[in-house]
């Protein structure tokens, strides 16, 4: 099936030690998406790619970089992962950009200690 | 700014009930709308959608109403069942815009 794949499903990180989370779809979808969750809060977007085009929200900190090798896998590196980075990460994609079709993976939970 | 919100952050169900969860806009531009179901450990799962030139659309045990008038938003569960507990998410889009997500409202469904 199609499907949208987050790895690891669960990762831990030592404060300061950059750490890189992956997604990848089998979707062909041109536009992927990188939101973070934090507990009981509704998904705030990072940033997405369209195709290879990088757009990256007002307020998302410069510690979160993000890389599209292909079409295919959309990686979301912390720099120097800090205690408030902990949350759920959560990788979604599109056919175009905007709300029509969207598909979630199921997330990667960091934890930094 | 712009803005999403849900009116309740949780909502206890007896099942086999009707669940109805709310969700008011105030993005006057928006002209798509999602309700997303999330289950503890996983991501957002779509549920049902509407467009803006629509004010109701039925889904498998599911409506979703929109009323433009006053920017609200919600979505009707028929016969509540334990697995639809659940953080159920309204999001909303302008044109080819972002997604923006609602604070959430939890279902607890009561067996």
């Known amino acids: 099936d199609a499907m949208v794949i987050q790895n690891p499903r669960y990762q831990v990180t030592q404060f300061g030690k950059p750490v890189t989370l992956s997604c990848s779809q089998t ?3 041109n536009v992927m998406y990188w939101y973070q969750q934090k507990s009981s809060q509704a998904p705030k977007l990072l940033f997405h790619y369209y195709d290879k ?3 990256n929200e007002a307020d998302t900190p410069d510690n979160f970089q993000s ?4 079409t295919s896998f959309c ?3 912390i720099r120097s992962p800090g205690l408030g980075d902990a949350a759920m990460y959560l990788c979604a ?3 175009t950009q905007g709300a029509y079709g969207y598909t979630f993976g ?3 939970r960091l934890t930094v200690v | 700014g712009e803005s999403v919100g849900l009116h309740l952050p949780t909502l206890s169900v007896q099942e086999g009930d009707n669940s109805i969860i709310n969700c008011a806009y105030s993005n006057s531009a928006s002209d798509y709308f999602i309700w997303y ?3 503890s450990g996983k991501g957002p799962q779509f549920i049902i959608d509407i467009r803006s030139n629509m004010d109701k659309r039925q889904g498998q045990r599911v409506t979703v109403l929109l009323n433009k008038t006053v920017k609200h938003l919600s979505l009707q ?3 509540t069942q334990p697995g639809d507990s659940a953080v159920y998410f309204c999001a909303e889009s302008g044109g080819y815009q972002k997604v923006t997500f609602g604070t959430g409202t939890k279902l607890q469904v009561i067996p």
């Open chain 1, 27 to 29: 979707l062909n979808h």
């Open chain 1, 67 to 70: 890389r599209r090798p292909n």
């Open chain 1, 75 to 77: 990686f979301l590196d």
């Open chain 2, 77 to 79: 569960i028929a016969a």
């Open chain 2, 37 to 39: 179901k999330q289950e």
């Open chain 1, 53 to 55: 085009d990088f757009n």
């Open chain 1, 106 to 108: 199921s997330g990667t």
């Open chain 1, 93 to 95: 994609t599109s056919a």
